[in-house]
Nanobody
Framework: QVQLAESGGGLVQAGGSLRLSCTTS????????MGWFRQAPGKERQFVTA???????YYADSVKGRFTISRDDAKNTVYLQMNSLKPEDTAVYYC??????????????????WGQGTQVTVSS
């Protein structure tokens, strides 16, 4: 059974930074493509960023240049560094994992494993 657990969310002022972490257990983490999605109140879940097993990355236009995804396979952990945060970044952020290797995946249906989510609130 694969489990994902996010941490690091919280309340921050606009322009501030947060780093989210997602730790995975149960399978070979290094084989996974990992992604971050977010869901704001009343809106559909949207893709934020993904990183393949070879550390190729891809970002949604809305976060490009502000967010950075990275992974530490020794710790079975993927990170999301969020800088220059804006109020519109406020959402529940979800970590997701897929056993599809070496492909950037942007649809939530591509991911098999999900964390419980962590709230990020950016005040203006």
């Amino acid at each position: 059974q694969v489990q994902l657990a996010e941490s690091g969310g919280g309340l921050v002022q606009a322009g501030g930074s947060l780093r989210l972490s997602c730790t995975t257990s149960g399978r070979t983490f290094s084989d996974y493509t990992m992604g971050w999605f977010r869901q704001a109140p009343g809106k559909e879940r949207q893709f934020v960023t993904a990183i393949t097993s070879r550390a190729s990355t891809y970002y949604a236009d809305s976060v490009k240049g502000r967010f950075t995804i990275s992974r530490d396979d020794a710790k079975n952990t993927v990170y999301l560094q969020m800088n220059s945060l804006k109020p519109e970044d406020t959402a529940v952020y979800y970590c997701a994992g897929s056993t599809t290797r070496d492909f950037i995946l942007t649809r939530d249906s591509d991911y098999l494993y999900w964390g419980q989510g962590t709230q990020v609130t950016v005040s203006s």
